[in-house]
Every structure is written in structure tokens, then in C-alpha cells.
């Protein structure tokens, strides 16, 4: 994505770059998260070479749809949930599984249906008549990543199962909480809302997925390439780990420590608070969804093999991170915009920070 070339006014943001360097790039001492400029670009290589071959991994398995693997492994680096929401039969469950077997982790499957039970994923306590007490018998979400298949299947009551886990990274059953796995992820697909024996995720459900994405059908070339290919064998069957946990909880610190400038987090915050004063929408971003914002950020600058962000990674994730929180007045419905519509829109209104420029000598601006 390009960015938008507008002037800051008079003394915005100036001085906070010093000549001739790339704007929002870390000039001193290490970046937040404590990692050093030179550990930082040893480990920024390891996390492109490992996130290209999980990369490749997957589009083995889902095949023509590069920007869709890209958006699932920035919210795996940005300790996020992904939320894959299609018509049946685009490959949802094939992306979500073809990534948790790219490593070599703990999986687990739900399938969600209208009479899976709260306790049915958390686990539950049993009576154990040996030692005259009760014994908890974890669930499947107990597991590093957790693929959640037609998760607006199941009632309300179950899908905010998932609530707890997801934002604190736990389970309380009865009196007791037990920590989950980490890293912890939750890929979750469901149908469209229109479509018979759903339940929409409500407000609060959907403000937990750090990312939304459609998978859409394939372009005719890809759609041959896949008849030709996925024809006689299934694909996930092959498919071996080419990484591990470890290495991602390593790849996941290595995203914490990039560097963040002080204009480019207040362009976040800015982006956000104008979804609160769109008059098309009801509800908008909230402080979480800055929070997920500002992650994914860097998760998105890392993958481009930078250790600072600047606004286009921004860009890059705010309409998977940002539309499905939104909430559209009945105005808006019924001129048929779409919540990505006011994201652009959004995006388009808020005026890009401007450091120095971007190639400093030549005072070009970086595209």
C-alpha cells in the first residue's frame, strides 16, 4: 500500500527525526522490548526465513491466496486470534489447519455445533470414586493452537467459552484457573451470518479475534492449478511441521522488541478514535482493538524485514483488524456500505505523520 504524501502542519512532529535517517526509524540504545540493533536484524532474518517457509507450507494447501497466509501469520506473530469468515467449501478449514500443522506444536480441533456444551471446551471436573474427590479433565482448548470450525454454529452460551481464553490466556472452572499453552492462538472459521443455523458472534466475541479475513474464490488460474494438484491427493496429508513452538515464542518476542515511533503510535490512537466519531457507526474501535492494532503493526513491519514501523504497515492491517469491530448504523446498511468502505474511509481522513524524508540525502519520499 502506498502512503499518502500530506505536509504536517507547522512544527508537527518536527525534530523528532534526525537528518538523514529513515523516519520512525530507532536511532539509540535498543528497541522497546530490550533488543539490540545487531540481535535485532540476526533475529529479523530468522523470522523471514522461518515465516517463508511456513509460508510456502501453506500454499500448498491454499493455493493462489498469498495475502490471505500473510494476514493468518501476522496474527500468529502478533499473539493474536484469526478469524476466517467465507461461504462454504473457499478452504477456511484448510487454511486453519494447514498453518497448525506448519508447526510442530500442540493441535487441537471443535468442531462447533448447536448442541456442543461450555464444558465441552473448557474441560470439565469429574468424581474420581478412587480418591473421593473431583479431577479436571482439560479440554481441547488446551493446546498452542486452537482450530475452532463453524464457531457461529454452536449457541452464544458456547461460543463464550472461548471469552477467558482468548483475552487472558487461562480457564476457571469451579474455583480453580489453569494457564493455557504458550504461544496460545485461536483460528476460528464461520459462515456468513445470512446463512441458515448461525448465530452471529456478538460484540464482544469478535472483539477477541485480533484479525478478520475472506478467503473469496480463487482466480481461474488457481482454481486449475488446484484441480490439478489437489485432485487425486489431499494435500494436508503431506504437509510436515517446519517449525516449532520454540522457534515461534522466540519470533514473538523478536516482534515485541520493534521499534514503535512516538508519531507513528499517536497516528494508531488517531486512526481508532475516529471510528468513535464516524456518524456511520455505531459502535467502534475499541482500546483493544488499538492495543491488536499497534501489534499486528509490527508484526507486519517485521515481516517486511524492518525493526521500526512506519505508517504503511498500519494501512497494511487496519482493515483486518479494524472492520469486523465495527458495528454500522442502519443508515449506513441501507446506502449498502461495508464496514471495510469506512475503514478506507477512515484511513483516507486521518492525515499520515510526516517525519523526515524518507531516503534522508535525496529528500524523496519513500513509496
Known sequence: MTSRTQPATAGEYAGEQAPGEPPYHHTGGSPAGGVTSG?????????????????????RVLVGKPDVVRVALVTLLA?????VEDVPGVGKTSLAKALARSIDCTVSRIQFTPDLLPSDVTGVSIYNRQTGGFEFRPGPVFANIVVGDEINRASPKTQSALLECMEEQQVTVDTSTYRLDDPFMVIATQNPIEME???????AQRDRFTTRVSIGYPDQQAELAMVDEHSGHNPLADLEPVSDAATVGRLIRTVRGVHMAPEVRRYAVELAA?????????LGASPRATLQLVRAARAQAALSGRDYVVPDDLHAV????????????????????SATDVVRAVLNRVAVPQGAPAGGANGQVRR
Open 318 to 337: 487496519a482493515i483486518p483488524v479494524l472492520a469486523h469491530r465495527l458495528v454500522l448504523t442502519t443508515e449506513a446498511h441501507a446506502a449498502r456500505r
Open 197 to 203: 443455523g448461525t448465530y452471529a458472534l456478538p460484540e
Open 274 to 282: 475516529t471510528t468513535r466519531q464516524v456518524p456511520e457507526i455505531r
Open 79 to 83: 499473539e493474536g486470534h484469526l478469524l
Open 39 to 59: 540481535h535485532q536484524g540476526h533475529s529479523l532474518g530468522e523470522l523471514q526465513e522461518t515465516t517463508r517457509r511456513i509460508a510456502a507450507n501453506v500454499e
